[in-house]
Structures are given as C-alpha cells and as structure tokens.
C-alpha cells in the first residue's frame, strides 16, 4: 500500500529511468555515433538543405528516436523562405559524408510567381519533416539513408 | 582458420548424425552463464540426452564447482587440445547422471593459449559422441568469446534485467554468426520487484533484445544453497528455479511445453491467484 501511495508521488519509477538508459546508450551503440558526429551531421544536414532554401537554423531540431523496429534520425527544420527559382530541379543527391541524402521526388509548387505571392511565401515559416531510417544495427560507414523532404502547397 | 572453420560448419556431414553444440553467453560476467550450463544440461540429461558441458572460461573455471565434480576432475580442456590426454580420460562423468559429461577447463591456464582450429575440431568431435555440447563462455568478446563461439551452432544469451547486462547482451548478439539462432534467458527475475517498477521487466528486456525467449529464472536463494552443495537445482523437482531450467531443456528439446509462470513465493496473496490459475 505504501508502495503504492509512493508510486503516485514519484513521476518515474527506476525500471522506467533504466529503460530510458538504456535506450539512449544503445542508440550510441547501434549507431556508433559519438555526439560529436551528430553535431557534424546536424552541420552538414543543415548546410545542405540551406543550398535550396533558407532555413532557421537556430530553431532546427536534430534528433535520433528509436521506433517500432529500427532507428530513425529526425530532423525538424524550420524554412523561411524557398531560395531558388522553381524551375530548377529539386531533385538532388547529395553526398554527405558517408550519409547519402536524396531530396524528395516530389516537385515543388510550380504556380507562377507573383512579386506579392513571393512576399507572403516568405512570412510563411514552413517545416520541413525529414526521417532517416536505418536498421536495428548499423554501423556509421554503412549507414544509406534517405532524407525527405516534404513540401506542401502553399497555403495563403 | 576462421574462413576454413566457417565453411565446414556451411556443409555438415550427412554421414553421421550430429548433436547440437550451443554455447551460453551473455557478455557481462556474473549474470548466471555458468549456473545455466550447469542446469540446463542437467535438466537434458534427466530427459535422456546425452549431453557434454565444455567449460570455455580458461583461466577461470567454476563449472566443475556448481555441478559438485571439482573432486573428479584431473585433466582438463587444454591437455585434450594439446593431444596429452585423450578426450575420453578428459571427461568427467557427472556423479548423478550417466549421460552428462564435464570437460573442464585449464585453471592455470590463459584464455590465448586455445587454438580457435583445434577448438572447433574438439566441438566437432563431441558433437559426433553427444546429443548436445553446451559451451560456457567465458565473459567478454575477447579471444575466449571467439573460441567458445567457433566450433557452435547456436547460442542462448543469458541477461538480467539490469541495464548493463541488456546492453552487453545487446553487443555479444551483433558479434554471434548470422547463422546463429540465439535464444534469450532472462535470469534472476524479481516479479515483485518489477511490479513496484523497480526492475525492469522481461517484456522491457526482450523488447531491446528481440530474442525468441527461451525461459525465464526468478531470483530465489535456493540458487546459493544449490551452488553451495554443488548440486544444480534442475535435479530439485520442489524447486521453481529448477522447474524453469526443466521447462527450458523441454523446450530445447523441441517439446511444446507452456514456461511455468514466474510467481512470486513470498506473497500469500499471489500464491493463492496462481493456486486459481490466474496469471501472477
């Protein structure tokens, strides 16, 4: 009963505090990634989605999370504004290290561009959700992933 | 030796029929390896099986100690490899079963000193005189991990539910074989522990690990008991820990056998739930 009543007052118990542990040192593991190179992977992540569009860097979330049978690298990037003309293609492949992103096939929206349509294209904040799948163990030379972005038709 | 040793595991002879050599492992020290050898192969010997224990922890050999045969043994398993006495005169017959058989390891010995060939030819070799090889390797993923693994076919992961014992489980099933099956025992399982939330759960284990479960073992204090008299608790048949360890080699065996239910036997409560057949 005591046992019980404490349970009520304590937020996590320690089996629930282990399994956390023990999630994110296997992540590590698995991964074979020190934190280091997942800032060097942010960087990099970062600096390529910043060659097609202008991005919040300081608000941009790097993140890996494990999910119903593998890892995934999330990233929650914040787009300011679309950088280049529309025309040219968003199909790109780029080599990032030994991580091998591919942009979306999806084409992004080809409506003319009006200089007051631009303007409010560029209040608009956007979010770009990128997912990086990878199995369960995988060593970081090996890692082939597939980044996408995904961009929805503007909504004004 | 490693390619060759591969490649002869790829083709086994049709000629003669070949016992199973498993060897039990876990990567952490101190989670039960030995004790689970000692017991599982027990328990296959009481079911009729013609089973060899191979003690692989040269250097540091206590398989002897919990089956009680410290007394019997004279040579050991470097002196079989090093051809000064044949492996008949090596092995030690267990004093209660005339099916299970112990080759200990060298005590004075190190781990460097095994021959990884001549130590997948000794495997070979029993699997041609046993029906099952039950390897106890040694802790780590050093050389005497490769040596217990090499002359085997599958593996049983022992793991606690501790979150160190998860993660060196989690490292030594990425180093066993592709080939491998491995199977998981969750030992020293406290269910009272893990419904305050204090422990973690076989669910919570397995859930990172993803092994078929092979058996589950509650923490009693009969397991000290037994291994202070150096009588594995398999042969106890009031004992829970030992009707685990049967449910286990029944499995191992190919039988459909229901695991009995981890019960927690301090509480009155939970006996008197499990007496009804619910699920403690």
Known sequence: MLGFLKSLFQPQSSSEAAKERLRVVLLSDHLSLAPEVVELLKADLLAVMSKYVEIDERNAEVTFEQRESDFALSASVPILSVKTDRTATYRASVAVGTLHANASEDPIPSAPASPGRRRRRRRNRRLAQIQVASTTIVQASQVQATAQAQAEPLQV | ?280
């Open chain 2, 1 to 280: 030796m490693h390619e060759r040793s591969a490649e002869s595991q790829a083709a086994p002879s049709a000629v003669q029929p070949r016992g199973r050599a498993i060897v039990i492992t876990s990567g952490k020290g101190g989670v039960g390896k030995t004790t689970t050898t000692a017991n599982v192969g027990t328990a296959l010997a009481m079911r009729g099986a013609r089973v060899a224990l191979v003690d692989a922890d040269v250097g540091l050999r206590n398989l002897d100690i919990v089956l009680g045969l410290e007394a019997r043994v004279k040579y050991h398993l470097l002196d079989v490899l090093e051809e000064k006495v044949s492996l008949d005169e090596a092995l030690v017959r267990d004093k209660r079963s005339e099916q299970l058989f112990l080759l200990a390891a060298a005590q004075t010995r190190e781990k460097e000193e095994v021959d990884t060939g001549l130590m997948f030819a000794l495997i070979e070799r029993l699997r041609g005189e046993f029906d099952y090889v039950l390897i106890d390797c040694p802790a780590g993923i050093e050389q005497g991990f490769k040596n217990a693994v090499v002359g085997a076919q599958d593996a049983i992961v022992v793991c606690t539910p501790e979150v160190s014992a998860v993660r060196d489980a989690d490292r030594v099933v990425g180093l066993l074989p592709n080939a491998f099956r491995p199977q998981l025992i969750v030992n020293r399982l406290r269910l009272q522990l893990v419904k305050k939330g204090k422990m973690l759960s076989v669910d919570d284990v397995n859930g990172i690990l993803r092994l078929p479960l092979l058996g589950v073992i509650p923490d009693e204090p009969d397991i000290i008991v037994a291994t202070n008299k150096g009588e594995p608790l398999a042969l106890n048949p009031l004992s829970a820990v030992g009707a685990s360890y049967r449910a286990i080699a029944a499995k191992l065996a190919g039988d459909d056998v229901e695991a009995p239910q981890v019960r927690e036997k301090t509480s009155f409560f939970a006996s008197l739930v499990g007496l009804f057949g619910g699920r403690s």
